[in-house]
């Protein structure tokens, strides 16, 4: 027997690809992007295109499983299997005993001693967002600020555009000029890639805004380099250039901007003199850039999450984010910018996540623990104190920040962890319990995107694997163990995916369960007044050609009441990073650190897989060949990073990627590295500016040699 099935790929990507799984006698034999997806066009990232690895890997977990040594890795650094002494044990033992301690935890400390603990691992709608959150919401656990990856961002888009939308990236193609800002196109959105390729056949010029030489800076048409967290300055120095030389569109402006004045004056003071020394970007070229991005048309805008993850990083997008709406690109096709397109699924969220339900237990809603904060959480929180985390879909022991923090956290024996999970990952190592998760393969599930505009279901292609259950099976069964009654637990797999379709929103019209299991995938029904009907390839979502944005006053806000309200300054602004070149922290340790994602791993996930790690070298420092030599250290050599927060030994690769001063290294499972550690050992729970999010690319280290390679 033999069929294809198709599935949504739900890793934490924008891209969100159409896949098509063959099955064989109830095994999954090959897997391929669906050539009818408009924006997957046949083709994977090279990491799941060896998906059946994964699936298939000896390393799955199975089976529930409880611990028998002390918490913490076994041997670290001998490879992802050699980690703690487990003993199998039934579901149904798993479930009793996860019930019994949360019922002595809340008789003893409240309900608010548990907190649930996800993220990334899939971002199904389902299996992210509903079973597990309607569970947490009945017991009244602590709520989880899911702030790590974006939140800044959200909120500096959201403060122009009062929603996070862009430009599609079918229309690429029809770009004219395209900055690729903080993103790295081949490494994370690598389907976006082939629409970019036939716009520069057209004569499209590429720019790369980035500290890191990528491979997508390395074939852009210009490179600019820029020191880390800078990027504010630079969007206002644009700023300052394009209105001080009346290159703005003064219609557009007029119509559909608020705040415009107080913006002009506001770049006043953002030469690109000044900015230059900031950014490390000349002023000509400031000027250049500024003049080429208002003057060729269309130009369009890749802001991607790398330009949020500085203290500064809210205002830096919201600065980036003025861009098109002063130049009135977004009335092109082909204009405007993208940094997330998940504003437009609205979707019933709320219907799957049932937040009302916290009202039963509290009388009133839980407390927020910032993800972010997990370090600081599991340490000091003690109103109540953090005595239960339950982890799915993530692995805080390697992609928090400030590692040894949490690492100390998860050690306190008396937590009680519970980690459910396809691998035996950095955090199953201090679990007591593990539970063996599905892969997208094993379940259903809604799959939305944040570089898209297309809505898929994901069909199960093959049996789950041993034991393992769906994270919505998995909180059923518990909520059922708790006797909680509610007829929300009951809800099948369908009936929640007709219930997150059952919106009155007209992009979800015509858009139903059926339709999607017929056609894979369906492209959200905009109306006329966003859609592009002047060219020929009508029908292209143009969201903000007509002003209609989605802020209290409908105009893009260049001066924002929501932020004077904050105390925030309600225009934007540039401040320099506590942690950059530019502070006093910088005398002791003078390196600024990009801690990068992997271009082959996705943030931890895939870094534990032998066919995977073929294709990335871990375990590296990229430095400047200035600062290796100022150091005495060789391409090779040994080398300790620190600060005051960790150190971590790497090996130096002086490969020409960077520019003086910065370094990088990139996030991976922590215990695979010699010492059981990885670069969030020297990350920082700082917060950003707007949103509270994570400052992973604001850290400030020094190196030193180690140990010479010969
Ligand atoms: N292969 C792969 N794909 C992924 C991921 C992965 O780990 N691996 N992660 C996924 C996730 S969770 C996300 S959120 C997205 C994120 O995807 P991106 O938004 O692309 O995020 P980053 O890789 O953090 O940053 C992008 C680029 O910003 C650069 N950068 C760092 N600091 C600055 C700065 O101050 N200014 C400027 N201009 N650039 C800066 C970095 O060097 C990097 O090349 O990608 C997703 N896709
Ligand atoms: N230094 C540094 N740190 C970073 C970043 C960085 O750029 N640099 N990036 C940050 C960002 S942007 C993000 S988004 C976070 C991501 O942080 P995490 O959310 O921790 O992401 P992953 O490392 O991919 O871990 C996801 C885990 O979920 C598991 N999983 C997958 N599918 C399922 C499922 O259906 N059910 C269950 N129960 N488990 C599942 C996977 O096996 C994997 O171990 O990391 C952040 N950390
Ligand atoms: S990780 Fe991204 S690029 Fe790779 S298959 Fe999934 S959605 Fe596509
Ligand atoms: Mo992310």
Redesign the pocket.
Known sequence: MKKVVHAAC???CPDACGVLITVEDGRATKIKGDPAHPVARGFLCAKVAKYLDRVYSPDRVLYPMRRMGPKGPRNAGEGARSTQEWQRITWDEALDEITSRFKKIIAEFGSEAILPF?????L?ML?SASMDRRFFHRLGASQLARN???AAGEAGLESVFGIKLGTEPEQFRHSRYIIAWAANIHGNNVHLWPFIAEARRQGAKLVVIDPYRTRTAACADWYLPINPGTDAALALAMMHVIISENLHDADYVERYTLGFEQLRNKVQDYTPERVAKWTGIAASDIVKLAREYATTHPAVIRLN?GVQ?SEGGGMATRAVAMLPCITGSWKEVGGGLQMSTSGAFKLNKEALKCSDLMLEPLGRPARTVNMVELGKALNSLDDPPIKSLFV?????A????NHNEVIRGLQRTDLFTVV????L?DTADYADMVLP????FE?KDLQTAYGHYFLQVSNQAIEALGECR??VE?FRALAQRMGFEDECFRESVDQMIDAALDSDHPWLQGINRERLEREGHVRLSFEKQFTDDSSQSSGFFLPFAHGNFFTTSGKAELYSETLKVQGLDPVVHFEPPGESRHSEQAKTFPLELL???SDNF????FSNLPAIQEMEEAGLLEMNATDARTRGIAEGDRVRVFNRRGDILLRAKVDGVLQPGVVCAR?SWAKLSPQGR???VL?SEKLTDLGNS?T?YSVLVEVELFQTAS
């Open positions: 739900p890793h934490d996800s993220f990334g691992g899939t199904g299996n790590i990856c974006s999450y993850r799915y879909g993530c692995n805080p390697a992609t928090c920040p459910h999970e396809q691998f990952t998760a599905t892969t997208f379940h769906s994270n998995v801690a990068r994602k996705l943030n931890s996930s996030l990885n670069i969030n990350t994570a992973f």
